[in-house]
């Protein structure tokens, strides 16, 4: 997968904790944690969860193989 690569609310529900996906309609960046998302600002996370635009996935393929096989973040 190319990185940006359009993807399903489920899909995004099941990328590893760190990866990034990226809110279309909103154009926010939101970072996977083991409670669920924080929405990335310049001022730091917030809590939320992406709506059910398109999602964009923002982390590398091979960022996200890391990640799924223990990469702690």
């Known amino acids: ?27 926010a960046a939101w970072l996977r944690v083991a409670q669920g998302w924080r929405r990335w600002t310049p001022f730091g996370y917030e809590n939320g969860a992406p709506g059910d635009a398109p999602l964009l996935r923002l982390t590398p393929a091979t960022a996200l193989r890391a990640l799924a096989g223990g990469y702690r973040v």
């Open 1 to 27: 997968m190319a990185p940006r690569t359009r993807i399903a609310r489920e899909a995004a529900e099941a990328l590893p904790m760190g990866a990034m996906v990226g809110e279309v309609a909103t154009r």
